[in-house]
Nanobody
Framework: QVQLVESGGGSVQRGGSLRLSCIVS????????MGWIRQAPGKEREGLATIYRTHGSTSYTDSVKGRFTISQDNAKNTVYLQMNNLQPEDTAMYYC?????????????????????WGQGTQVTVSS
């Protein structure tokens, strides 16, 4: 059974940083894609960043490029999202997600991807 467990959310002031973690279990790494997605109240879900686990290649949506970094530690079965220079508009519930099955070519692992497995989410609140 695939399980994704996020942690690391919290409340910070404008310009602050947070690092989100997603521990993955029951999931094969072969040719898979993982991502971070957020949803703010009254807004549509937004794909933020993805990582193709075999190659480590990444992609980002424009609104977080240069501020957020997705990474992985395969030994710990963990995917991270480092978030710097946080702004009030970054306030949302942040979710970790994973693809089901083999993803090929790697270019399909993008912020537009539809994911099959989701964590429970972690709240990020940025005050001004």
């Amino acid at each position: 059974q695939v399980q994704l467990v996020e942690s690391g959310g919290g409340s910070v002031q404008r310009g602050g940083s947070l690092r989100l973690s997603c521990i993955v279990s029951g999931y094969s790494d072969s040719n898979s894609c993982m991502g971070w997605i957020r949803q703010a109240p009254g807004k549509e879900r937004e794909g933020l960043a993805t990582i193709y686990r075999t190659h480590g290649s990444t992609s980002y949506t424009d609104s977080v490029k240069g501020r957020f970094t997705i990474s992985q530690d395969n030994a710990k079965n963990t995917v991270y999202l480092q978030m710097n220079n946080l702004q009030p508009e970054d306030t949302a519930m942040y979710y970790c997600a994973a693809s089901g099955g083999r993803i090929w070519p790697p270019s399909l692992c993008s912020t537009r991807m539809t994911f099959d497995y989701w964590g429970q989410g972690t709240q990020v609140t940025v005050s001004s």
